[in-house]
C-alpha cells in the first residue's frame, strides 16, 4: 500500500525528479566543461519552454513531457556530440521507464527530442514548443556573446576553425534561414533575431572589398 503512494507521489512529481536528475547527470560528465551546451543552456531551454508554451497556453499535464524533453534533449553530449539526440533518447527512456511513466508521454519526450535535431522540422505543438526554446538564443542580446561560445565548441570537438568573415557569413546564412514555429518565436524572437542578423550582416560587409 505504501509503496504504491510512494509511487503514485513520484509519478506527480516527476518534473522535480527528472530535473534534480538530469542537471546531476550533467554536472558530472563532460557537458559540465562545454561551452555553448552547458548545464546553464539545460537550464535556459527548461524556462524557455515555459515561457512559450504559456503564451502557447499549453499547461499541467501537456506541458510535463516537453519540461522532461528540455532537461533530456542535451544529455546525449555525454557521449557523443554529432546525432547526439539518439542518445538523450536512450537515457530518458531508461529514467523514465525505472519511474513507471506512461507510455503515451514517453512517445512525446522522445519526439521532442528528436525533433530538436537540425534542421529542424516540428511537426506538433509540443515539437514547436521545444524548437523555439532550443533557439531562444538568436532572439536575445546576448545571442552574439552566447553564438562565440558555440564557435569555441565547434572549434574543439569538430576540429572547425572558421575566420571571422566566415563564422559571419555561416551564421548569417543560418539566421536568414531559420525559422520559428511558435507564435512567441514568429513575433517576440523574431524581431530581435533579425536585428541579430543585420548586425552580422554589417560585421561581415566589413570584409568586403
Known amino acids: 500500500m505504501a509503496f ?26 563532460r557537458c559540465k566543461s562545454l561551452p555553448f551546451h552547458s548545464v546553464d543552456h539545460t537550464k535556459d ?3 524557455y ?15 510535463e513531457p516537453i519540461l522532461i524533453a528540455a532537461l533530456f534533449h542535451d544529455t546525449g553530449m555525454a557521449q557523443t556530440y554529432a546525432d547526439h539526440e539518439e542518445q538523450s533518447v536512450k537515457y ?27 534542421p529542424q522540422n516540428p511537426q506538433t505543438l509540443a515539437e514547436k514548443i521545444i524548437c523555439d526554446a532550443d533557439l531562444y ?22 576540429n ?12 548569417v546564412e543560418f539566421l536568414e534561414n531559420q525559422k520559428y514555429h511558435t507564435w512567441f518565436g514568429k513575433t517576440v524572437l523574431k524581431n530581435r533575431k533579425d536585428l541579430n542578423c543585420t548586425m552580422l550582416m554589417e560585421r561581415h560587409a566589413k570584409y568586403q572589398g
Open 92 to 118: 530518458a527512456m531508461e529514467f523514465l521507464k525505472e519511474q513507471e511513466y506512461p507510455e503515451d508521454k514517453l512517445n512525446i519526450v522522445t519526439s521532442c527530442i528528436l525533433a530538436t535535431k537540425m
Open 45 to 47: 531551454v527548461y524556462e
Open 160 to 171: 572547425l576553425a572558421y575566420s571571422d568573415e566566415d563564422w559571419y557569413a555561416v551564421n
Open 4 to 29: 504504491n503512494f510512494l509511487k503514485r507521489l513520484s509519478r506527480s512529481n516527476i518534473v522535480s525528479l527528472t530535473y534534480d536528475h538530469c542537471i546531476d547527470f550533467l554536472e558530472n560528465t
Open 49 to 63: 519552454v515555459k515561457t512559450i508554451a504559456n503564451y502557447e497556453e499549453v499547461f499541467g499535464s501537456d506541458l
Open 137 to 158: 538564443h538568436l532572439g536575445l542580446e546576448s545571442y552574439i556573446f552566447k553564438n562565440e561560445r558555440l564557435r569555441a565548441e565547434w572549434e574543439e570537438y569538430f
